[in-house]
């Protein structure tokens, strides 16, 4: 747990959150900001401040997000449309939380990767 985490703290339920999914490795719970009908924040329970920092040592918890992404798209009904999975790091990616997380963001025409 890192102080002054917001991550950290909806993953410890000191902050609410509509919660997805939650185990020893993962959470997942929706975006307060929603971009679109589906938008929710897959994160490890451990604090990382962005995926530059996990390496093999977290195989494990990488692979089970990739899990929990297609679980969730299939429990949300985006399985069959499609979906995009990101992660954003640091000032050019345009990170703005410092708590490692993927937006799985879908249920309507995403448009083009980047904004142009
Ligand atoms: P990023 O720009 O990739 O760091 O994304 C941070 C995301 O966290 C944004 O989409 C915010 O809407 C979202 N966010 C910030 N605070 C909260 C919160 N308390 N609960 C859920 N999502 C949050
Ligand atoms: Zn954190």
New binding site residues.
Partial sequence: MSENC??C??VAGE?P?KQFYQDELVSA???????APV?I?IVPNQHFNDLGEMGDAQADILGRIAQVAGQLAVQEGVSSDGWRF???IGRH??????HT?F?LLGGRPLGPLLAR
């Fill in positions: 917001i991550f703290k909806i902050i959150s719970f929706q975006d307060i900001s929603a971009q938008h924040l990101v992660t954003n990616g345009g990170q703005e939380v410092f997380h937006h």
